[in-house]
Structures are given as structure tokens and as C-alpha cells.
């Protein structure tokens, strides 16, 4: 297939398109510049453009038979009303963006893989949250719901469109783990709060399989939620990190009042969860190679990594 992608250069993007080239399809990788830009495999190019911006790619995007759209600047900051901007026009307008590109599609079938979060959910304690799981309400809610949304515009014209609501996406080099890594080889990991709410991940690896089965199952359309089968607690999540890390975690757990304070909203958004389930993608089945968190953190930060 030949595949569009936006976000292709970030965290998640490195892995998927390795992935989607080992598979034989064709990328081009959308980049708001070409100056600073890693080199590709064979099967990949590079088209600038801004994604927020309307523009000349648009034009190419028409061409392809799959848009992967990953685009979204980082949540992982402190939630002031201007960085909340950034947060949401960075995926609103991006969606909306390549839907109306997709208005002069030129390829008979087409598909869209739009990344969400399973911030859709909101805050739900214990309830497990499988895709028939309500909206919820809040910021991160309120932002996913307006994200997919716009997505979903594209079913009007006649394109697949599948929702991939990712968790907390865990591999080397970057993402979560990136930044919670340092506090353990200090001796300073600790759950947070009471450490009882859920932690709802996925492993990269699985994350980058994840889109090539859905671009094969086109029978799989809305949200497909892109978790590992085991979540688990904070508190839990915490101490398997230190047994691998072989840095015990004996510090008390972190006050929700001091998250709360330091990183204002966001902070208080570590102190909640999610339980979610992928539902969808085991019925389909879609196997894991990492399903449980031990396994998935022995493989990317043990003592043989």
C-alpha cells in the first residue's frame, strides 16, 4: 500500500515505519522541515509541509491509500491555557487538515488510522473500559472526543476511519519511560499519590504491529483501543520498574498535593486512570508479545538491555 503518515518522525513514528517497511508498503512521512531530518530506508521519502497549515501536500495525499496521522504535540508539560492551545490545535487542526485533503482522494478505497488516547474514557476508578466505554469528561476527555470527531468527518466521504486510542506507550529512548528512568537510578521511584489508580500501557513493539493488522482487517473500523491486556496499578507498575531496574523502591510515594502544585493539572491527571481493555483487537485476534508489564520492562530496560 502506499501510505501517508504524519508525526512519522517522533517517538512513536520510528518504530511504525520500519514496521510498514519490512512489510513492503511505501511511505511518504509528512515534515514541517527537511534540514534536520534522519535519513530513510528504501521505500521511504519525505514531503514538507505543516500539517496545521494548509498547504501544497495536501494535494498529495489524495494519492495514497492509507493515511496514518500520529500528529500532536506532547502532553507530558505543565497544562497552562497556552500550552492547552498547543495541545489541542495541534491535533484538531492536523485532522481536519487531511480530511479535507481526503475531499480529492483519487484512489478507490481509502484508509485513515487517526491516533487518540484513552483519555476518551476520563476518569473511571475500578470500571473496566473496553470500546462500547462511555466518553468522559474533563480536558484530556473533552480534546479526544473533539479529536476524533474530526476524524470521523471522513467516513463522509467515504473513507475507513479507525480511532487507535493509545495508553501510555512505553519503549526505549523516549516516551514515559524516558522520564521516569532517571528518578529510579537516583533511589528517588515512588508511586504517586496512593498508587492505586490504574495504568493503562502499551509496549512499542506491539503498538508498531498494531497498525499493519488493522490495515489488514478492514473489517475493523472506530475506535480500537491500543493497550496491553494487562494493565495494572500505579503502585504496581512502580515496584516491577525498581525489581527489574534493580533499584528498590523504598522512598514513600509522592503527595498528590506536590503534583498538584509542581505540574498544576497534568499532575493531577497522573493521580487518576484508566483500566482499559483492547477488546477489539483480541476478538480480532491480535496477538501481544508483550501483554503483562514484567515481560514488556524486562525487554526494554533489564539488566541484559
Known sequence: MKLFITGGTGFVGGSLI????????EITILTRSLKRVPPLPGGASYLEGDPGTEGPWQKRVGEHDGIINLAGASIFRRWTDSEKKLIRESRILTTKNIVKALEARR?????LLSASAIGYYGFQEDQELDERGPAGSGF???????????????????????????????????????KIIPLFKWWLGSPLGNGKQW?????????????????????ISGPVNCTAPGPVRNVDMTKTLGEVLNKPTFMPAVPGFILGTVLGEFGSMLLKGQRVLPKKLTDSGFHFSFPEIRGALEDLVGPSR
Not at 480534546?143 to 526505549?172: D, I, N, P, Q, Y
Open 18 to 25: 520500519t514496521r510498514l517497511i519490512q512489510d513492503g508498503h
Open 107 to 111: 484512489v478507490d478505497e481509502t484508509h
Open 140 to 178: 484530556l476527555a473533552d480534546l479526544t472526543r473533539e479529536w476524533e470527531s474530526a476524524s470521523l468527518a471522513a467516513e463522509g466521504l467515504g473513507v475507513r476511519v479507525v480511532l487507535t486510542r493509545f495508553g501510555v506507550v512505553l519503549g526505549k529512548g523516549g516516551g514515559a519511560l524516558q
Open 199 to 219: 495504568f493503562s500501557w502499551v509496549h512499542l513493539q506491539d503498538l508498531a504491529n498494531i497498525f499493519p493488522f488493522l490495515l489488514e482487517h478492514r473489517e
